[in-house]
């Protein structure tokens, strides 16, 4: 066998402590979730009708969908741009943003009170509405993913559909559909790629518009009417080292060899990306002069000089360094300060900003919101390692199989 790289099923035992503590974490969760629907969304979180939202949007749906970024970025640079050499992180950030937006859609629904109306938009359309292009977009693109993930399946089980017994029968017509569809989507594939990026770009930055058109209700560092703009950079510029993030831990967790003669190429790309990002974030903090909030210690400024500081200058400044982008552990920590700081930027766009005209008292997360949050979390890690152990996602050198191995992948 040669060292040719090839997408395959990682030949791993799913179960193992850390998986353990995961499906206990996300047993608590699912426990709580279940308390939610049961009792009403009341009964398990700390919100009210000063503040309606809390870290199930600012977490679970607003990072959620900043985090699921790189799903549209490695599309547009292995399949727009036809860079070739980083196909082998397309799959693994496909599958990332799928089981993203999965979970964003999940989010957004516990999150409304009454969640049965969550088809409401579908028919019920309101072309005024900045929420509803979010909506419509995210579920549309949500559909994208799953098309676009669909070549994985077929190429999974084409020619090894062995259903048993008096399923037997359906056998043949199963493997010429999975045939038939691999056609269809080989020749349309590129329709849906190009779709995927457009309304990647149209909801990242309306999310944006949503805190806009919310006034006063914002503090003035992030109430800026550059705020689409800044989301969508910020989308923009974590696309890349959420990939970086997913794929070293991902190589940790199955003990796999680092894909560094790739992930260090996509590190030097993510600078220029930062640096625009910093230049319109203190362009517009010294043009509409609200750098002034920053003089003085308050909860506010420093959670702002922490995103930016922790979030865009120090990595900035480590992916800069070719030291970095041959060192996988300095890679992952300027991959997961990058990350950090975009969901922290969500948390304190949605929470740490938002101040109701009315105010009584504070919002703080209850155990409950927690235990969810925590629980998605855990359930998205899961969902990805059973995926990787079922589908070719992860690209392996071809001796990684054994010749008694069940899976063959196709040239």
Not at 212 to 219: E, R, S, T, W
Request: with cysteine; net charge positive.
């Amino acid at each position: 066998m040669n060292d040719f790289m090839r997408p395959q099923p990682v030949t791993k035992k799913f179960l193992s402590p850390g998986v353990i503590v995961l499906l206990l974490l996300a047993a608590n969760g699912l426990a709580f979730l279940a308390g939610r629907f049961l009792f009403g969304i009341g009964a398990v979180t700390n919100l009210n009708n000063q503040y309606p939202w809390g870290i199930w949007i600012g977490i679970d749906v607003a990072a959620g969908v900043a985090l699921a970024a790189g799903g549209f970025t490695t599309a547009a640079l292995g399949h727009v741009m036809h860079r070739e050499q980083y196909h082998a992180v397309v799959r693994p950030a496909l599958l990332t943003a799928m089981l993203g937006y999965t979970m964003v859609a999940v989010g957004v629904s516990i999150d409304i009170g009454r969640y049965y109306y969550i088809w409401h938009p579908l028919l019920m359309w309101n072309g005024s509405s900045a929420l509803f292009e979010v909506g419509i977009c995210v579920m549309i693109y949500m559909s994208v993913l799953y098309i676009e993930f669909l070549p994985v399946v077929t190429e999974r089980f084409i020619g090894r559909v062995d259903l048993p017994g008096a399923l037997a029968r359906l056998n043949a017509p199963i493997d010429r559909l999975l045939r038939w569809l691999d056609r269809m989507l080989d020749k349309m594939m590129f329709v849906f790629i190009i779709a995927g990026v457009v309304l990647s770009t149209l909801h990242q930055s309306s999310l944006g518009t949503l805190m806009v058109i919310a006034g006063p209700k914002m503090h003035p560092l992030w109430q800026t009417p550059i705020s689409p703009l800044l989301f969508l950079l910020s989308a923009v510029s974590v696309g890349f080292p959420m990939v970086i993030f997913e794929s070293l831990l991902a190589a940790r967790s199955f003990g796999l060899k680092p894909e560094m003669h790739i992930l260090g190429r996509m590190g030097r790309m993510v600078a220029p990306l930062l640096g625009i990002y910093l230049a319109f974030k203190l362009g517009d903090l010294f043009i509409r002069e609200t750098f002034v909030y920053l003089k003085t210690v308050t909860t506010v400024s420093v959670m702002y000089i922490t995103e930016l500081l922790f979030g865009v200058v120090i990595p900035l400044r480590m992916f800069l360094s070719p030291a970095v982008q041959k060192s996988p552990a300095l890679l992952f920590t300027a991959a997961a300060l990058v990350v950090g700081g975009v969901a922290l930027n969500r948390i304190d766009t949605f929470v740490v900003a938002y101040t109701p005209p009315y105010a009584l008292g504070s919002y703080f997360p209850s155990i409950g919101e927690i235990s969810v949050t925590v629980g998605f979390i855990a359930i998205l890690v899961l969902l990805y390692r059973a995926a990787v152990l079922i589908f070719p996602v992860i690209s392996l050198p071809d001796r990684a199989l054994s010749p008694q191995s069940k899976y063959s992948v196709r040239g």
